[in-house]
C-alpha cells in the first residue's frame, strides 16, 4: 500500500486487452476512477492487432506489462535475481509445483505456471507493489505468494474451476488467498463446497457489471422483415452453438424464413460449425462473423431482435446483461449462475440446456409475440440496472478491497 493511503496493486490476467474479456478493462478504469493505482500485468499479448483495438483498449495496451513480451533475457534475469536474493522461497516454489502435480502434464503446465509467476512477482517488487488480484490466472498467483513477499486474491468466474477442484487448487487458494470474489452465488456455494468451513470468512460475493449509460435502449421492431437473432461468445463446446444452429434449422423448416442467426466469435468449434451450416444449407440463415471488437459487437446488439445463449456451461455472461441493458429480449440455458440474472417469463426466458426442441420453440413463441419480447425487454434493463451495474458493483468491489487490504 502506498504511504498516503491510496491502495496500490497488480491486477494479473490471462489476456489483455481480450474481446472476451472487456469487463476487466471498466473494471480497472472504473477502480482507477475511485483514486485506486492499478498495475495491469498480462500472461499473453492483446488478442488482436493495434489497428482492431478501441482507444480505450489502446491505452490500456501501452500501459500493460506483458509477460511473454518481456524477451527471453527479462524472464533469465528475473529467475537469476529471484534465485539469488530469494534461493529458499525460490525452492519452495518448485516444491509447490511438485507438490501439486498430479502426473506429467499437470507438472509441465505447473512449472510453465511457476516461471511465469517469477517474471510478475519480480515485475511487482521492483514496482514496490505488494498485492496482486487475478482473473483467470490464479494458480500463477498461488505460486507468486509462494515465493514472493506478495499476497493475493482472486475473482472466480467458474465453471471451469468447479468441474476440477482437485485440478484447480480450489481448496488450496481459499486457504492461501487474502480473499476471494465469487461473481454469484452459485459460484460462491462451489467455493465453500470445496473448502473448509474455517476459511469461509474470506470469501465475498460480488457480482459484475456493466455500464448501463454504454448499452442504451436500441429501437424496438415490432415486425422486422427478417428476424435477428445474435449469439456473442466463443466458438466453443461449452457454448453449443451446434444446438442452436439446430434449432434454427427446424425453425426454417417449419417455414420461418426470416430468421437470421449472427454468431459472434471465434474459437476452436468455427470449422465444425460452418460445416454444420454447409450441412444443413443455412448459409442464408445463419452468419459467423468472427471475433469482432466491442464497438463492432454494439453495432449488432443494435440490430438484433432476439439474443441468445444454448450454453451448457458459463458463469453469469457478461454478453447477456449488455443485451439486456439495451432492452433485446434473451433466451438463455437455466445452467449455474445464469437464473440469478435472468427471471424466467420476467426479464427474460429460460430453458433446459442440451434441449433443441424447447429451444426451437422458446425463439418460435417470442419471434410471434412482439408485445412479450418489449415486455421482456423493459424489464430486462431494469434488472441489469438493479443488480448489475458496473459503478454500484464496482464501489462495492473497491468497499472489499479496503477492507480487506487497507
Not at 502435480?101 to 511465469?116: D, P, T, V
Not at 482472486?154 to 492461501?176: L, M, Q, S, Y
Amino acid at each position: 500500500m502506498a504511504g498516503s493511503g491510496t491502495i496500490r496493486l497488480a491486477y494479473l490476467v490471462s489476456q489483455y486487452p481480450a474481446v472476451n474479456h472487456t469487463y476487466i478493462l471498466t473494471e480497472v478504469r472504473a477502480l482507477r476512477k475511485l483514486g485506486f493505482e492499478v498495475q495491469v500485468v498480462s500472461i499473453r499479448a492483446s488478442d488482436r492487432p493495434p489497428e482492431n483495438l478501441s482507444e480505450e483498449e489502446l491505452d490500456e495496451q501501452r500501459e500493460t506489462y506483458t509477460v511473454l513480451k518481456a524477451g527471453i533475457v527479462t524472464i533469465f534475469a528475473a529467475h537469476v535475481l529471484t534465485m539469488l536474493r530469494r534461493p529458499l522461497a525460490y525452492l519452495r516454489g518448485l516444491f509447490e509445483v511438485s507438490r501439486l502435480s498430479r502426473g506429467f502434464r499437470e507438472a509441465l503446465a505447473n512449472l510453465i505456471y511457476f516461471g511465469e509467476s517469477v517474471v510478475v512477482g519480480h515485475r511487482m517488487c521492483y514496482l514496490n507493489v505488494n498485492h496482486v488480484h487475478s482473473h483467470y490466472t490464479s494458480t500463477v498467483a498461488l505460486f507468486i505468494a509462494r515465493v514472493f513477499p506478495i499476497t493475493f486474491s482472486a475473482t472466480i468466474h467458474g465453471p471451469d474451476e468447479f468441474n476440477d477442484v482437485i485440478g484447480f487448487h480450489v481448496a488450496k487458494k481459499v486457504a492461501r488467498a487474502r480473499f476471494l470474489c465469487a461473481i454469484s452465488s452459485y459460484a460462491l456455494s462451489q467455493l465453500m463446497k470445496a473448502s473448509e468451513p474455517r476459511h469461509f470468512s474470506k470469501l465475498e460475493m460480488n457480482p459484475l457489471g456493466i455500464d448501463c449509460g454504454k448499452f442504451l435502449p436500441r429501437e424496438h421492431r415490432s415486425n422486422p422483415s427478417r428476424f435477428e437473432v445474435l449469439c456473442v461468445g466463443r466458438l466453443a463446446p461449452a457454448k453449443a452453438q451446434h444446438l442452436l444452429i439446430k434449432a434454427i434449422d427446424r425453425l426454417v423448416r417449419e417455414g420461418r424464413q426470416s430468421v437470421h442467426l449472427r454468431l459472434v466469435g471465434d474459437g476452436p468449434d468455427w470449422v465444425l460449425l460452418q460445416n454444420l451450416v454447409s450441412a444443413r444449407g443455412l448459409e442464408h440463415h445463419v452468419t459467423l462473423e468472427g471475433a469482432c471488437n466491442h464497438d463492432r459487437v454494439l453495432s449488432f446488439y443494435q440490430q438484433t431482435d432476439l439474443f441468445v445463449l444454448a450454453s451448457f456451461a458459463e458463469g453469469v455472461p457478461v454478453v447477456l446483461m449488455e443485451a439486456m441493458a439495451m432492452e433485446i429480449p434473451c433466451v438463455a440455458t437455466w445452467i449455474t449462475g445464469i437464473p440469478e440474472l435472468i427471471r424466467h417469463g420476467e426479464d427474460g426466458w429460460l430453458v433446459p440446456p442440451a434441449d433443441e426442441a424447447q429451444l426451437s420453440a422458446a425463439i418460435a413463441r417470442l419471434m410471434d409475440d412482439a408485445e412479450l419480447r418489449k415486455k421482456l425487454g423493459r424489464s430486462a434493463r431494469l434488472r441489469v440496472q438493479e443488480k448489475y451495474d458496473l459503478e454500484r458493483n464496482v464501489e462495492r468491489l473497491a468497499e472489499i478491497y479496503r477492507k480487506r487490504l487497507g
